[in-house]
T-cell receptor
Framework: DGGITQSPKYLFRKEGQNVTLSCEQNLNHDAMYWYRQDPGQGLRLIYY???????QKGDIAEGYSVSREKKESFPLTVTSAQKNPTAFYLC???????????FGQGTRLTVV | AQSVTQLDSQVPVFEEAPVELRCNYSSSVSVYLFWYVQYPNQGLQLLLK??????LVKGINGFEAEFNKSQTSFHLRKPSVHISDTAEYFC?????????????FGKGTKLTVNP
């Protein structure tokens, strides 16, 4: 079945450590997105990529980094510079000529 | 750039009652609108979308929404809710700006269906 896979589902890290969240899709979608979700704040865009080897900052990119070396993969690194990294992270993808976004099941990151 | 406002953060209703979740978007020449549902600790699932054509859009699970260009609204409705409809609902608009496109989300409405 085609879809988006995020791993792991739950992730715990110590403060000051970098951590990388995985997002893989087999939908042959061109564009991929990372959102952060906090209670009562909806989804806020961190980074997005419309083609391989290219990506743009979203609304809250500070403290995060991404790469897009393959069409299928769009990993997100939460760096130690992110002041409040504990959150639910969602990855999504869309076809360029289509407008519907498909979402992964999310990764809940807890920094202690 | 587009923005989305969901007017109610929480909506409690009784089972089998009708419900309306409100969504307003900022004005644009053309607009693509979506409603997504999220169950706890899961990703988002598409309920319905408006791209063009009929202003009344039917989606999954008995939901429907009406696109109103003059009021810049896209309210979600269901005539009779079930306990299983308890979830958070997000309205989103496709934003074409600065040569790129992305989805802009509202802050969500938590629907609680009580027995």
């Amino acid at each position: 079945d085609g879809g988006i896979t995020q791993s792991p589902k739950y992730l715990f890290r110590k403060e000051g450590q970098n951590v990388t969240l995985s997002c893989e899709q087999n939908l042959n979608h061109d564009a991929m997105y990372w959102y952060r979700q906090d209670p009562g704040q909806g989804l806020r865009l961190i980074y997005y990529s419309q083609i391989v080897n290219d990506f743009q900052k979203g609304d809250i990119a500070e403290g995060y980094s991404v790469s897009r070396e393959k069409k299928e993969s769009f990993p997100l690194t939460v760096t130690s510079a992110q002041k409040n990294p504990t959150a639910f992270y969602l990855c999504a993808s869309t076809l360029q000529e289509n407008t519907e976004a498909f979402f992964g099941q999310g990764t809940r990151l807890t920094v202690v | 750039a587009q923005s989305v406002t969901q007017l109610d953060s929480q909506v409690p209703v009784f089972e089998e009652a009708p419900v309306e979740l409100r969504c307003n978007y900022s004005s644009s020449v053309s607009v693509y609108l979506f409603w997504y549902v999220q169950y706890p600790n899961q990703g988002l699932q598409l309920l319905l979308k408006y791209l063009s054509g009929s202003t009344l859009v039917k989606g999954i699970n008995g939901f429907e929404a009406e696109f109103n260009k003059s009021q810049t609204s896209f309210h979600l409705r269901k005539p009779s809710v079930h306990i299983s409809d308890t979830a958070e609902y997000f309205c989103a608009v496709r934003d074409f700006w600065g040569g790129s496109e992305k989805l802009v989300f509202g802050k969500g409405t938590k629907l609680t269906v009580n027995p």
